[in-house]
C-alpha cells in the first residue's frame, strides 16, 4: 500500500464530507493525485485528479459543482470536499498519483480506500 485514504463514513444525501489522502512513503508534492471511486457491480470511474502545485486539474462530470480537491503539501496530504452528497456517490473512494486527459486515469502508485455511503 502506497497510498491511503481516511475519512470515509456514512452521511445523509444532500450531506458533506471531507476525505484526506496521506502517505510516509514519498513526497505527494511532485505528483499529481486523483481520487477514483467504485461500487459495486460497477467499474472504476475517476473523480478527481489535482496537478502538482495545486493548479486546477479535471472533475468528473458525476461531480463537478459538488466536490473540489486540494492540496496541503506541507502536511504532505490531499483533500476531497464534498458537499451536495446523492446515494449514487455511495462507494469506495482511492487516491493515487494521477493524469488526465479527456478522462482521469492512475499512473504509478495506488492506495488504500476508505467507504463512503450516503444514505437516509
Known amino acids: 500500500v502506497q497510498l491511503q485514504a481516511f ?6 444525501p444532500g450531506g ?4 484526506s489522502c496521506a502517505t510516509s512513503n514519498f513526497t505527494l ?6 481520487w477514483f471511486r ?16 495545486g493548479k486546477p486539474g479535471l472533475y ?4 463537478k459543482g459538488r466536490f473540489t480537491s486540494s492540496r496541503d503539501d506541507s502536511k504532505n496530504t490531499v483533500y476531497l470536499q464534498m458537499n451536495s ?5 455511495t462507494a469506495a473512494y482511492y487516491c ?13 502508485y495506488w492506495g488504500r480506500g476508505t ?6
Do not use: F, H, M
Not at 475519512?7 to 445523509?12: A, M, N, Q
Not at 467504485?38 to 502545485?53: H, L
Not at 468528473?60 to 461531480?63: A, I, T
Open 16 to 19: 458533506s464530507l471531507r476525505l
Open 96 to 108: 493515487a498519483t494521477c493524469g488526465y486527459g479527456d478522462s482521469i486515469y492512475n499512473t504509478t
Open 85 to 89: 452528497l446523492k446515494p449514487e456517490d
Open 115 to 120: 467507504l463512503v455511503t450516503v444514505s437516509s
Open 60 to 63: 468528473g462530470d458525476s461531480v
Open 29 to 34: 508534492a511532485v505528483y499529481a493525485i486523483g
Open 38 to 53: 467504485q461500487a459495486p457491480g460497477k467499474e472504476r470511474e475517476g473523480v478527481s485528479c489535482i496537478s502538482i502545485g
Open 7 to 12: 475519512g470515509g463514513g456514512l452521511v445523509e
